[in-house]
């Protein structure tokens, strides 16, 4: 059974600073890794993803993937409340379906 | 408007009612996923095609569920005698070549 765990929050941060989510997974066969943010009542939508060990950026949001670990984060500097959603973190095992984790909701305060 | 599109948006129907959702996927994508979300959970996946073969189906899905995908174009599930536990967010996705899933609006779908 693949599992992807995150806190389900809300992590609370003011505006300006930096908001840190954090994801593991069970399958050590997951090859690609993927960040989506959902508004509430909306559908998922693409933010980053990664797929080999280390940091990628791109704008103000870095994602962070650590395979030995099973560990994936991502980082939004200056976070503004326009940022304040829900966090998806998914995985995928090469042309296969997505396993998604709960999700973390954000809230940045003005 | 060339993102995926979902019709309807939204569905209200009477249990024991048949429903049909339509997906139409970006066009060069030849991968099209089907998932249902629930409040508070992440997106669980139901089945998905490659073209026009259907080629995995998770437990989640049914008998009351059927899923097609003619020509390889856009795709419609059909949920059969709807229950109040079917309703949801079902969503569809599909892939580029690097195997990224773009995601459609999705239709809400609500059992009274």
């Known amino acids: 059974q693949k599992e992807v765990e995150q806190n389900s929050g809300p992590l609370s941060v003011p505006e300006g600073a930096i908001a840190s989510l954090n994801c593991t997974y069970s399958?050590?066969?997951?090859?690609?890794f993927f960040w989506y943010r959902q508004y509430s009542g909306k559908s998922p939508e693409l933010i980053m993803f990664i797929y080999s060990n280390g940091d990628k950026e791109d704008g103000r949001f870095t994602a962070q993937l650590n395979k030995a670990s099973q560990y994936v984060s991502l980082l939004i500097r200056d976070s503004q409340p326009s940022d304040s959603a829900t966090y998806l973190c998914?995985?995928?095992?090469?042309?296969?379906?997505?396993?998604f984790g709960k999700g973390t909701m954000l809230l940045v305060s003005p | 408007d060339t993102g995926v599109s979902q019709d309807p948006r939204h569905k209200i129907t009477k249990r024991g009612q048949n429903v049909t959702f339509r997906c139409d996927p970006i066009s060069e994508h030849n991968r099209l996923y089907w998932y249902r979300q629930t409040l508070g959970q992440g997106p669980e996946f139901l089945t998905y095609f490659q073209n026009e073969a259907q080629l995995e189906k998770s437990r989640l899905l049914s008998d009351r569920f059927s899923a097609e995908r003619p020509k390889g174009s856009f795709s419609t599930l059909e949920i059969q005698r709807t229950e109040q536990g079917d309703s949801a967010m079902y969503l569809c996705?599909?892939?580029?070549?690097?195997?990224?899933?773009?995601f459609g609006p999705g239709t809400r779908l609500t059992v009274l």
């Open positions: 399958d050590r066969g997951s090859q690609s």
């Open positions: 996705a599909s892939t580029d070549v690097r195997d990224t899933q773009y």
């Open positions: 998914a995985v995928t095992s090469g042309y296969s379906t997505l396993t």
